[in-house]
């Protein structure tokens, strides 16, 4: 069964998506509703997806020139010098995969790829 999404705008620039079922339960979307997604291999203010194939299938959540900084977000630089959206130090994602707002292909994907999404605590897992 499919969930199907209903976003809601949690701060400037990305929104949580609330989802009857899995994944779509608290996952994190940028403004335009695609899923966010976090890498295992990744260290705190690092991403280790920078070429491709992988940066391919991954694209990088990218800053874009004079964007505001989305609440709870911060900003990492990345090999190429440009700057990369994170969650708690955490670069964030977008798959290739994923063809429209709420898709959410990549969750799980070679048990290293995770859809960021809003805890039950408040705070945020990834």
């Not at 609440?71 to 630089?77: E, P, V």
């Not at 990369?84 to 994602?93: D, I, S, V």
Request: net charge neutral; charged share 15%.
């Amino acid at each position: 069964m499919r969930a199907h999404p209903i976003a809601f705008v949690a701060a400037l620039g990305f929104a949580m998506t609330a989802c009857a079922g899995t994944p779509g339960a608290g996952m994190l979307t940028s403004a335009d509703g695609r899923t966010l997604y976090t890498f295992d291999q990744d260290t705190d203010g690092s991403s280790h997806c920078q070429q491709a194939p992988c940066s391919t299938n991954w694209p990088p959540y990218s800053v874009e020139a004079g964007a505001p900084q989305p609440a709870g977000l911060t900003m990492i630089k990345r090999d190429d010098g440009s700057q990369q959206w994170a969650l708690g130090g955490k670069p964030l994602y977008f798959f290739a995969g994923d063809r429209k707002p709420g898709d959410a292909f990549g969750d799980g994907l070679k048990g290293v790829w995770h859809v960021a999404r809003k805890a039950s605590s408040g705070g945020y897992s990834y």
